[in-house]
Nanobody
Framework: QVQLVESGGGLVQAGGSLTLSCAASRRTFSSYVMGWFRQAPGKERDFVARINRSAVSTRYADSVKGRCTISRDNAKNTVYLQMSRLEPEDTALYYC?????????????????WGQGTQVTVSS
């Protein structure tokens, strides 16, 4: 089992940038596919980005492609989400998640472990 703790959220103006971090508790961090998801009030939890175990492969939702970069530092047990050109529509609670599945997709059900989330609010 792994515990995940997100940080870095906050209030930012439209067009601004934020970098979210997610620290994992286990030294086997490199064995997990890591993902970022977000959930706005009254909406479902949506996929944002994911990164494979070796950080060679990444995937993004169309809504954030070109504005977000996911990365990981396996030595620090941490995954990051750099967000730029933020829009009010990006306002949500952002979660990081870990998957042990050999084939991990964008489906939240693939991820067994979740953090508590960090709030991102973008003002217009």
């Amino acid at each position: 089992q792994v515990q995940l703790v997100e940080s870095g959220g906050g209030l930012v103006q439209a067009g601004g940038s934020l970098t979210l971090s997610c620290a994992a508790s286990r030294r086997t961090f490199s064995s997990y596919v890591m993902g970022w998801f977000r959930q706005a009030p009254g909406k479902e939890r949506d996929f944002v980005a994911r990164i494979n175990r070796s950080a060679v492969s990444t995937r993004y939702a169309d809504s954030v492609k070109g504005r977000c970069t996911i990365s990981r530092d396996n030595a620090k047990n941490t995954v990051y989400l750099q967000m730029s050109r933020l829009e009010p529509e990006d306002t949500a609670l952002y979660y990081c998640a870990a998957s042990t599945r050999f084939l991990t997709t964008d489906d939240p059900s693939d991820y067994a472990y979740w953090g508590q989330g960090t709030q991102v609010t973008v003002s217009s």
